[in-house]
């Protein structure tokens, strides 16, 4: 610690590599940021307040296989079970469904559980009693509605492909909510009533509001157990495995942030060893004047690793800082709605960037460091370079 | 006067610890550009060599995916002897109603289950798609629970061999065959008899869609216009062709991602290309002024430099796609549809250009402030330097 600030001076001497090298460790590091910010959302995290009391319930062949009615009230007969609300995927086409901003998630609900459900939206509540009152009314997402410039009492035409029939929604609400609200919500009954007899009554999911997270896989359980000899068995998962495995239908998604983590992470090596290189091999002759002072080899190895630790932690904190400005930018995104809630300044996240920069700097400077504080005396000092 | 390129070679030579480590950070940058492009490029081809261009596929009107049209038996009925349609050396038309859904299929050790597409067939569906071939076993036969399975899934998913039993809808079906498709998307498929898989999802009346075939692709064509102007068929049909080419859209995600990542690592690297720049500026500072004082200009000493950074850049793209090669005819999946295809990373001779023009792009922006500065050095000062 005593050396501290003979660290800093020393990392500050050539400002200008100093800076291009905090610069370059940050911009790399904010994609790692990204990167683990996501990979911890997706799979390590634990759901927060309301989204632990969520499970959803499909059909065990697939998504795309529909379960019948039927079964929600099978389902709220289940010991914990608060309400279970249908939730079914519309699909459809907004204009033109080759720009992609039109392809926004859009879903056929139950009106009056909707905000029960979901309890961490907030809506005003006269608009709320207008989306469960009204038969063709809709609810949007305050992101939706500021992508389109949605206004109450605008009309949104949808052409239905999975339910055919050309429908015609008015917006009677505008919600908002801390993670992607890119979506649009509409009354079942409305689709419903359009459909020929034979295609009511199916349902994509069924969203269960439990009564405490402690029970979730117990009854989780006994939802797959009450099924599992009918024409369709299901699946319930929590709404977090639910939304990772939709988005794992991209591709291999885990292992893309893996290889592109390394890549990142592999560079930042390289860039801040070659810093260290460079600086350690201006400075052989000064070694060797420390060391005639006095200093230990020990003494000389810390200073060095100290300086390169100092230099990508400071491009680690400002590469974390951008992140954060990128993660907010990724959930506002159209493909925001896919993803599971992003925890934008995750302190466990800045911890893990933090200690990895340290790490990185730690490694890339062992081999200077080393072959300096090995040095022998005159040699250094003999040393013209 | 020009200074000779040799003069930067060797000082590239002299200090290659310092140029092979920024070089291998522009490859790292060049190498995830290039797998990214790789991946969207493979996903293009096996989408190519999918389609046949006289295959004309028949819809709902204004469905975008197969999995999510209706048509009727008795809308293939009609569809059937429209004028147009070759036909079969039985003589009937060349015309397969079909259709689609999807099962869930379990990964050798991943836990958790892919989405995999299921296609009910008739005789001429098969008959039509020239690029399927049996690899082994056999066809299925008709009216009976017994599936194809396409060798991208043989060889993923262990419930899928020759020989298992797999319960698709509501029955067990016994796999007889395996197919492959020549690079094509429906290697990631499983077929069986049409009536059989209609009977398994309870969906007797309401196929999905139908793929019929012209003798050419000019009638094809035709083909298409005159289905979808039949207001009594009411369907929409397009050439198979345009309709595998609109699903590369299903890699744009993943491309923009990749070519995010690659700008802002590039970002990154031309800072520490800059770094390693400077630091060659700044040792050679008397060897600058000497160079003056023989009479070579300013200018020359800024292209001298500049022509280093850019072949440093050079070197690094170059090395990014050699470290990229290995990944050429990886199998891997994307989700199409709602289920996965599989196709194999593809790098083409241009990405491979565009990865070191990257490179090089890359090089001379990070190269353009050293090479200034080396120019600037006034002659009496830079000789005075140690």
């Keep these: ?201 199916q349902v994509d999911t069924f969203y269960i509001l439990i009564d405490d997270p402690q029970h979730s896989s117990r009854i989780a359980d006994a939802v797959d157990a009450q099924f599992r000899n009918s024409t369709s068995a299901t699946k319930t998962e929590s709404e977090q495995a639910f939304v990772v495995g939709f988005l794992s239908m991209l591709g291999d998604v885990r292992m893309f942030l893996v290889w592109i983590s390394a890549a990142v992470m592999f560079t930042i090596l390289l860039v801040s060893a070659n810093t260290m290189a460079m600086s350690v091999r201006e400075r052989v002759r000064e070694v060797g004047v420390l060391k005639t002072l006095g200093f230990t080899p020990g003494t000389i190895l810390g200073l060095i690793l100290g300086e390169a630790v100092a230099i990508s932690v400071a491009g680690g904190t400002i590469g974390y800082l951008i992140s954060t400005v990128l993660l907010k930018g990724v959930q506002r995104s159209p493909m925001g709605g896919f993803l599971p809630a992003l925890r934008v300044m995750d302190p466990a996240v800045a911890a893990v960037c933090i200690a990895l920069a340290a790490l990185i700097g730690l490694l890339s400077s062992l081999v200077p460091a080393l072959g300096a504080s090995g040095a022998p005396i005159v040699e250094a000092l003999r040393s013209t370079d | 006067m020009a200074i000779p390129l040799s003069y930067n070679l060797r000082n590239m030579v002299v200090r290659r610890t310092t140029t092979l480590m920024t070089a291998l950070g522009i490859a790292l940058t060049v190498a995830v550009l290039l797998a990214v492009l790789a991946l969207v490029n493979g996903l293009r081809v096996t989408l190519a060599t999918s389609g046949d261009p006289r295959h004309v596929l028949v819809m709902r009107k204004g469905a975008t995916a197969e999995l999510t049209s209706l048509v009727t038996r008795a809308q293939f009925q009609d569809l059937k002897f429209k004028p147009g349609i070759a036909a079969a050396s039985d003589g009937q038309p060349l015309a397969s109603l079909e259709l689609i859904t999807i099962i869930s299929l379990e990964a050798e050790g991943s836990g958790t289950g892919d989405n995999v597409t299921i296609r009910g067939l008739m005789p001429a569906g098969i008959a039509m798609r020239h690029n399927v071939k049996l690899i082994a076993g056999r066809w299925f036969r008709q009216g009976v629970n017994e599936a194809v399975v396409g060798k991208s899934l043989s060889d993923r998913y262990p419930a899928a061999r020759l020989g298992k039993k797999l319960r698709l809808g509501r029955s067990d079906w016994e796999i007889v065959g395996v197919m492959d498709a020549a690079g094509g998307a429906q290697a990631s498929e499983i077929w069986g008899d049409a009536n059989q898989v209609a009977a398994d999802w309870n969906r007797v009346l309401y196929m999905s ?90 200018l020359s000493i800024l292209t001298s430099f500049w022509l280093e950074s850019v072949l440093l850049a050079g070197l690094g793209g170059v090395i990014g796609c050699l470290l990229v090669l290995p990944l050429n005819g990886v199998t891997t999946e994307v989700g199409a549809n709602f289920s996965q295809l599989a196709f194999a990373f593809h790098i083409t001779p241009e990405s491979m250009v565009a990865g070191v023009v990257f490179a090089i792009a890359l090089g001379s922006v990070g190269g353009l402030f050293p090479a200034a500065a080396a120019a600037r050095k006034e002659i009496l000062s830079a000789l005075r330097e140690i």
């Design chain 2, 209 to 298: 869609s139908a793929l019929v075939e012209a003798p050419d692709a000019a009638t094809a064509k035709a083909l298409v216009n005159s289905i979808g102007d039949d207001t009594r068929l009411d369907l929409g049909a397009e050439l198979e062709t345009d309709y595998f080419a609109r699903q590369t859209q299903s890699a744009t995600p993943i491309e923009y991602t990749g070519i995010f990542v690659a700008i802002i690592m590039a970002i990154g690297s031309s800072f520490a290309a800059m770094n390693t720049m400077y630091a060659a500026v700044s040792r050679r500072a008397r060897e600058i002024g000497t160079l003056r004082v023989l009479g070579f200009s300013k």
């Design chain 1, 1 to 201: 610690m005593r050396f501290l600030p003979l660290i800093l001076r020393n990392s500050w001497r050539n400002r200008r590599r100093t800076l291009l090298t905090i610069a370059s460790i940050g911009v790399s590091m904010c994609l790692l940021g990204v990167m683990i910010a996501m990979y911890s959302a997706f799979w390590l995290s634990k759901p927060q307040d309301n989204q632990a009391l969520r499970l959803v319930v499909r059909n065990r062949v697939s998504l795309a296989v529909f379960l019948p009615l039927a079964y929600q009230q099978e389902i709220e007969k289940i010991p914990g079970v608060r309400m279970a609300m249908v939730d079914t995927w519309f699909g459809g086409t907004y204009k033109d469904a080759r720009e992609a901003r039109n392809n926004f998630p859009r879903f056929s609900v139950e009106p009056e559980k909707l905000f029960t459900l979901f309890a961490e939206w907030t809506i005003p509540e006269d608009q709320k009693q207008a989306f469960i009152h009204e038969r063709t009314a809709c609810v949007i997402g305050r992101d939706l509605a500021n992508t389109f410039n949605f206004h109450l009492g605008d009309r949104i035409p949808l052409e239905g492909d999975i339910f055919p029939g050309n429908f015609e929604f008015i917006v009677r609400g505008i919600f908002d909510a801390a993670s992607n609200s890119n979506v649009m919500y509409f009354n079942k009954e409305y689709i419903d009533q359009s459909l020929p007899e034979r295609r009511r009554g």
